[in-house]
DNA sequence: ATATATCCTAGTGAATAAGTCGGAATAATA
DNA sequence: TATTATTCCGACTTATTCACTAGGATATAT
């Protein structure tokens, strides 16, 4: 969504030419986006055939990161019984109702901040642009023991880029 | 947590009782509760042997629900790039480089609400305080797709309660 | 016609959350 | 002193998920 967002107002941006820039596998590409198609209202639209690709559906100042990250990843819920949206009568097992309420608040915490910031705001953000010259793939990133759930990041080096 | 807060002041408790009250297997919670003793500092302290088990090591007001979610499960990281601690300089990745500032913001907004409630803000939340008569155990609930993630949770429908 | 695209469904591998299992050490008490 | 209740310890297991791969079918500009 951000290359698309750099792209805006331009032509179809395919696939192919994202993979090549972010360093991401086309295939990958195309189940993330096919979400981002389906979406009610949709994110992007698509042109089909050669010359094809795909294009923001409104202007960047009008795509909330809320919703990019509802679209990929579902309602946010730092647990089950804090999903948002639906007020899910569950798991008012004894002790769980106490903590059911700090969850909502996580939860609420994480949705206004996604909310409160568009693709845009994203975009022009300039706080720390560093060298770009050195930089590495997502695929390249691996953490030694836990580290890829949202609370679970202990011992956190990763492997410093060689250049 | 809560279980040992709401015994606070009085003798220790036993994994098998708040096993039995709870509904959550021994073995499990002896794993939990090492995490717990083992913390610096502690939030927990055991005595061995018959009528012995585990008690709070401090008061409930003097423990942050931050610092019983980092103990148990490893410092707050929505994304490894934002992981909290350590300003990892990694994946300075093109666009991934846009999207760090956002999942900082969330991890942020995360951090502090873990950390601005104690166990005994918690214990006095009286809110909505429901039948307890009904409930489910935690290893009773399941989902039909995915739903243990952070995000990821969608269709939460889950099993109603039979009684 | 061909190359370049999107579109679709299914399968894979590593990692993780949650839990199991078997046993050793420690302390109260009958 | 034997027994029982407990903490303590390390290894294993299982279902699920994330990020990806594989193999096609369909559409369109040149």
């Not at 309602?75 to 109702?97: H, K, R, W, Y």
């Not at 693709?119 to 030694?144: G, K």
Request: glycine content about 6%; hydrophobic content about 40%.
């Amino acid at each position: 969504m951000v290359d698309l967002a750099r792209n805006y107002g331009g032509r179809p941006r395919s696939l192919t030419d994202i993979s090549q820039v972010e360093l991401l596998p086309l295939a990958y590409l195309e189940q993330l986006v096919k979400l981002l198609r389906e979406a009610e209202p949709p994110l992007v639209v698509s042109t089909r055939g050669a010359h094809g690709g795909y294009k923001l559906s409104r202007s960047p100042t009008q795509i909330t990161m809320g919703e990019i990250v509802r679209v990929l990843e579902g309602p946010i819920a730092p647990m089950i019984c804090a999903t948002e949206g639906e007020m899910s009568q569950v798991c008012n097992f004894l002790d769980s109702c106490k903590t059911k309420v700090l969850w909502a608040k996580v939860r609420d915490a994480v949705a206004q901040t996604l909310d409160n910031m568009t693709l845009a705001d994203l975009m022009a953000d300039t706080s720390e642009q560093q060298d770009p010259s050195r930089f590495i793939a997502l695929t390249d990133i691996h953490v030694n023991s836990t580290a890829k759930g949202f609370f679970i990041a202990d011992e956190p080096e990763v492997r410093a880029v060689s250049n």
